[in-house]
């Protein structure tokens, strides 16, 4: 495997988590405007891709491969309980 081919695969393993964390968090500044207003979308954002991240090592670590169900039940809760903790506790 090349360093060009070893790239894309780490990416391509942790984009969904950085997606989904991007999502939610643009989703949280718009629907929640009053309560997030003093939260910047970057840091939401930051908080649940670090979430996220930790989710797919966890995944690969304790189920062996990824693209599970059980793994993307595992990267939602990683991306969505830092950012839920930070609306929460954070103000």
Known sequence: MSPLDAFWHIANLFAPAWGLAALLA?????????VAKPLAWQRLWAWGAA??????????ILLGRD????????LVLGVALPQWWLLSFKR
């Open 26 to 34: 643009l989703a949280i500044k718009g629907l929640w405007r009053r």
């Open 51 to 60: 979430g996220g991240t930790a989710a797919a090592i966890a995944t690969l």
């Open 67 to 74: 693209g599970r169900m059980a793994g993307y039940a595992l």
